[in-house]
Structure formats: C-alpha cells, structure tokens
T-cell receptor, first 114, second 117 residues
Framework: ETGVTQTPRHLVMGMTNKKSLKCEQHLGHNAMYWYKQSAKKPLELMFVYSLEERVENNSVPSRFSPECPNSSHLFLHLHTLQPEDSALYLC?????????????FGDGTRLSIL | AQTVTQSQPEMSVQEAETVTLSCTYDTSESDYYLFWYKQPPSRQMILVIRQEAYKQQNATENRFSVNFQKAAKSFSLKISDSQLGDAAMYFCAYRSYSGGSNYKLTFGKGTLLTVNP
C-alpha cells in the first residue's frame, strides 16, 4: 500500500463508548496531523506530531486523545464524545512540518455519535 | 491570524468548458504558500496546485492554473476543458512561510464543483 490509510472508514458509537481511529502512512514522512471536517465549516486542525512528538494541540477537548507510537502510525482515542463531535476525521502526513512540503491526506473516518 | 474565504459555496460547469473558483485571504505576512486541494466524493483530499507568494509567475498544472494577485490577496483556480472527474469539493488553503506555526494549513470552507455532461 502507498499513501495515507485510515481505518475504519465509518464508525457509529454511543456517547459512553470508547473507540480509536487509526492512521498509517507509507510515505516515509516525519509529520502527521489530525483534522476535523464538519459540514459547512473549514477543516480544523486538531493535533500535529513531528517525529512522534506532539507539537500542536489546537484547543481540542480532552475526550480526544492522540497517540503517535512511531512516525508511521497515528491514533485518535475517543471517549465520552458529544453529538457535535460527529464529523469526518482526516489524517494527513508531510515530509517535514518545518519545510514547505504538501500534506497528503487519507480518506477519513466518518464518525457518527448517537 | 490568517483567514481564507471562498465566496462560492457551489459552482457548476459544462463538460469541456472552463470554470474559475475564487479564493481570497487575509494575512499580514509577505511570504507564504497557497494551495488548492480537491476532495472528490471518495473523500481523499488531493493537492491540485500550489503557489509560492514570492513567485510572480502563476502556477500551472496541466488543465489547472491559478491567477495569483498578491496585492489583492486573491488566488483563483481556473480549470480548463472540464472533465466529469473534476467534480469535487475544492478547498483553498494558506500556509505561512516561516515561524513556529508554518506547518499549519488554514482552509476555506470549500466550493462544490459540479460538472454537467
């Protein structure tokens, strides 16, 4: 596989559930990102990791917990989410976040909170 | 803070014709990058074209070209000879050239392009 792969593609969960979103990149990139895409709103940057270290937490509620065990994998752990958290969650990667490298996006996980 | 505005929520074009998508932005920086991303119904966001603000020449990628007007802070995307596969949501994005947050992409709300056969 090449590119950025996200699983699952769809997720329906209750507000009390705990689930995780997974992102894997096969591009040899050093930086990875989580974005939230809601209807009729611009993409919102949530978290940024560079070489497995978090460099940005864009005022995201603690019910979202990222994890980057290595430069190829990024997780977003979810617990006690709210209905307004229903959205498309996109993962992206880039070669190096300090240089002008384009971000490559995955297909996203469509999350629905019941 | 930078903002990106796409004033056209939806656009349509006939196959083989040309369409221009608008984007304006607000920034106090002199050096930056601008991007157009395409998100088809299959959802994967794909980079279409990018422009460095310090370059006066407009970027071109096959049927895609931009009209970059730095003084007006305008960055429109022109799609020539439109094809059915061009139907997608198009996002304009801004990125700082330097500084501690130069990895951040600021996106517009997007323009949904429909291509009619």
């Amino acid at each position: 596989e090449t590119g950025v792969t996200q699983t699952p593609r769809h997720l329906v969960m209750g507000m009390t559930n705990k689930k995780s979103l997974k992102c894997e990149q096969h591009l040899g990139h050093n930086a990875m990102y989580w974005y939230k895409q809601s209807a009729k709103k611009p993409l919102e940057l949530m978290f940024v990791y560079s070489l497995e270290e978090r460099v940005e937490n864009n005022s995201v509620p603690s019910r979202f917990s990222p994890e980057c065990p290595n430069s190829s994998h990024l997780f977003l752990h979810l617990h006690t989410l709210q209905p307004e958290d229903s959205a498309l969650y996109l993962c992206a990667s880039s070669q190096d976040f300090q240089r002008n490298q384009p971000q490559h996006f995955g297909d996203g996980t469509r999350l629905s909170i019941l | 803070a930078q903002t990106v505005t796409q004033s056209q929520p939806e656009m349509s074009v006939q196959e083989a014709e040309t369409v221009t998508l608008s984007c304006t932005y607000d920034t106090s920086e002199s050096d930056y990058y601008l991007f157009w991303y395409k998100q088809p119904p299959s959802r994967q966001m794909i980079l279409v074209i990018r422009q460095e603000a310090y370059k006066q020449q407009n970027a071109t990628e096959n049927r895609f070209s931009v009209n970059f007007q730095k003084a007006a802070k305008s960055f429109s995307l022109k799609i020539s000879d439109s094809q059915l596969g061009d139907a997608a949501m198009y996002f304009c994005a801004y990125r700082s050239y330097s500084g501690g947050s130069n990895y951040k992409l600021t996106f517009g709300k997007g323009t949904l392009l429909t291509v009619n056969p």
